[in-house]
């Protein structure tokens, strides 16, 4: 259940995301899916808490990421991002 | 940070009361690999029906290897996670823990350029990380500290943001109060704004980063003045922590 309306950053997300991910994905850049913002994950609005979290655009507000840890599982819908793209080195 | 960060059992050694809504926990963390100033960690805590309920806290402590970290926790009126850690836990007692968690909300004393902190009630936490960090490694880089709190015993770290201050050593902290401001207050009152900002900030010219820490609606306001003040987007990193004011 989302009951959270107001939002945190999508970097306190970085935890549960750490699950799925061999680095730090909410350093990613991430692009929306609905108005082509392009921005880091820990910049995304987190709502949720528990068992689901959305992460949405700070832009247009659309639905980037979907997450849902059941206990058994942990799902992840990222039919809200249209690309998710990593600086491999600096500079 | 790697693929898989397991939950670890913290064990809490020693607990301090801050303000009357708000404790600081010590808690011992055996296998804990050391964090950064401005991470955080999830909490876990699984109620006897097998509800869970997940927080994020910020680490109050200095940054390093030390497996003894502090968060410091405030109420939040019907809460899952905050009654239980304020009113409940007591030292000898464990929880679930994982971290150190986040690469995105952190500073380190090899930064270069100065330091510009706002914090809203207990989002003072992960700036005081950053504040002890930068005293221990006995840097000298410029800081500048607005602090927003409802009355003056709301204050979290008033004693030692005061020593710290003393030290000369380029640290600066401004108190503003929002709510009660008693007689003789020194310092400023009122919500933080634009002015508040520039008079008591670093300017865009002088290329501070700018670390933002509150209650969400503090910081979605704090964050608008700033790029309306001329700060660059790239240099502001905040951390909101929910609903209202001063809540965690």
Not at chain 1, 24 to 36: H, Q
Request: glycine share 10%; with cysteine; proline share 5%.
């Amino acid at each position: 259940m989302i009951e959270d309306v107001v939002p945190l950053d999508g970097n306190a997300a970085a935890g549960r995301l750490s699950q799925l991910f061999t680095f730090n994905v909410t350093l990613a850049t991430i692009t929306c899916d609905d108005c082509a913002f392009e921005g880091p994950l820990a910049e995304l609005r987190l709502y949720g808490r528990d068992a689901a979290i959305v992460l949405r655009c700070r832009h247009c507000d659309a639905v980037n990421i979907r997450m849902l840890e059941t206990g058994k599982s942990v799902n992840l819908d990222l039919s809200g991002t249209a690309r998710i793209s990593i600086q491999t080195a600096s500079g | 940070m790697n693929g898989l960060l397991p939950w670890l059992l913290a064990t809490a050694s020693q607990l301090h009361e801050e303000t009357a809504d708000v404790k600081t926990i010590t808690f011992d963390v055996p296998g804990w690999r050391g964090h950064l100033a401005g991470q955080h960690v999830d909490i876990r805590v699984t109620a006897e029906d097998g509800y869970v309920a997940q927080r994020s806290y910020s680490v109050a402590s200095s940054a390093g290897p030390d497996p003894r970290i502090q968060l410091t926790v405030e109420r939040v009126e019907d809460g899952e996670v905050s009654p239980f850690l304020l009113d409940e836990l007591r030292v000898g007692d464990s929880i679930e823990l994982r971290g150190p968690i986040g690469g995105y909300f952190i500073w380190s004393p090899g930064t270069a350029g100065p330091l510009m902190l706002i914090a809203g009630g207990s989002g003072i936490a992960p700036l005081m990380s950053m504040l002890r960090t930068r005293a221990t490694a006995s840097s000298r880089a410029p800081v500048r500290l607005l602090y927003s709190s409802r009355s003056e015993r709301r204050i979290i770290y008033r004693r030692e943001l005061d020593r710290l201050q003393g030290a000369g050593d380029g640290f600066v902290v401004t108190h503003t109060l929002t709510r009660e401001v008693p007689g003789g207050w020194m310092g400023e009152r009122g919500r933080i704004g634009r002015a508040m900002l520039t008079q008591r900030g670093f300017a865009p010219s002088e290329r501070p980063h700018v670390f933002v820490c509150g209650p969400t609606p503090f910081v979605d306001v704090i964050a608008d003045h700033l790029v309306a003040i001329g700060h660059a987007g790239s240099s502001i990193r905040t951390e909101r922590f929910g609903p209202t004011g001063e809540s965690k």
